[in-house]
């Protein structure tokens, strides 16, 4: 992936926080994330959460604001309202989903975007853009 982004895209919590602690993956997923703008790049707030806890955690307080900062200037935040909570719900029990990983599901399908992740929960399944790990 290089260049701009032609249509919407939720990046999972999974890819941030690749990209952000240099890990295995952060190549496959600069390209979304170096070409992510407010206009086509959504991120649900469960996102902010989980990207901020993990990273500082990992490292630290500061790195972790430069993380959310860097979020927030490349994308649209969107918060979990009512309907994003009951369709996530919805796609908990159909999909077998996680609550975090139903609220992105939630989102993506509102904002008619594709869900980029390595997020094994998400594997296979539509809508999605699965970065392998390893050579794929």
Do not use: Q
Not at 62 to 83: G, R
Not at 108 to 120: E, F, G, N
């Amino acid at each position: 992936m290089t260049g701009s982004l032609d249509s919407p895209v939720v990046i999972d919590s999974y890819g941030w926080i690749e990209y952000f602690s240099d890990g295995p993956l952060a190549g496959k997923y600069a390209g979304y994330i170096e070409a992510s703008n407010p206009e086509v790049s959504f991120t649900p707030s469960i996102v902010v959460y989980e990207v901020y806890k993990k990273i500082r955690a990992g490292y630290s307080e500061e790195s972790a604001m430069m993380a959310i900062a860097h979020i927030e200037h490349c994308t649209t935040l969107v918060a979990i309202d009512v309907s994003a909570a009951l369709y996530g719900a919805e796609a908990s029990l159909s999909e077998s989903l996680p609550m975090a990983d139903a609220l992105i599901r939630a989102v993506a399908r509102a904002k008619k975007a594709t869900i980029v992740t390595s997020d094994p929960h998400f594997k296979g399944k539509e809508g999605v853009t699965f970065i392998e790990r390893g050579g794929k």
